[in-house]
């Protein structure tokens, strides 16, 4: 299984990153230490996009899967006004694998199974099913269960480092710090056990009742968008068998 594809953007000038840390869920100043997981939100809160920011020495390189990155290119553009600051896509190429990382090659900071990441056009690992290895740390994908309608401490952003608190504001800031601090998630993304397959996006029912949806599927298990209270004892989704493995 190969990784989507991906584009890597470039954000140059004396107030790059000034101007990334006002539109960003994590904190750029974690850049010194290696790569960055992040994302932007609509001013509602909910998910645009998700990305690596990437050191780039006197750049700011952003990792993004590739059929965001018109909208991202774009949406920076919009939001730089008078910051100094250029914004353009690269002809940058980017490689994963698992194995012992190669020189100049970035650890993944969501989870240690997703391995290093790198920009040097080397060439990645073949025959790493990286379904399997998000499923096993239940990682989501942008267009499959990243989509314009998720909220980001339901996608586990937090357990991913893809979000600070301290930070201070972003886009979309008040709506995640509110979810984090004056409620308790009741749906959000999970591991499960599933027996057979179903096509990704099928509804999963409990007893009659809607508890959530089927995603990506590796090795007899899944991505599932659940309603915890829901989620208690065996489900299906279409012809699959499903349990929540929480």
Known sequence: MTTQERTVLSVTGPEASSFIQGLV??????LKDGLVYAAMLTPQGKYRADFFLVPGGESILIDVATPLAADLLRTLTMYKLRTKVDVAQTDLAVSCGTGPAPKGAFADPRDPRMGWRAYDGRPGEDGVDWDALRVAACIPESGIELTPDTFLLEAGFERLN?????KGC??????????????????????????????VGTEIDAGGKAAGV??????????????FDRA??????????????A
């Not at 208690?232 to 012809?239: Q, R, V």
């Open 162 to 166: 893809g979000v600070d608190f301290r």
């Open 214 to 227: 089927l995603y990506t599927q590796a090795a007899g298990a899944g991505i599932a968008y659940l309603r």
């Open 170 to 199: 972003y886009v979309g800031q008040e709506v995640t710090a509110r979810m984090k601090h004056k409620t308790e998630l009741r749906k959000g993304l999970a591991v499960v056990g599933v027996t057979g397959s179903a096509p």
């Open 232 to 245: 208690k004892g065996p489900m299906t989704a279409g012809d699959a068998q499903v349990v929540h493995q």
């Open 25 to 30: 869920t994590n904190d750029v100043m974690r």
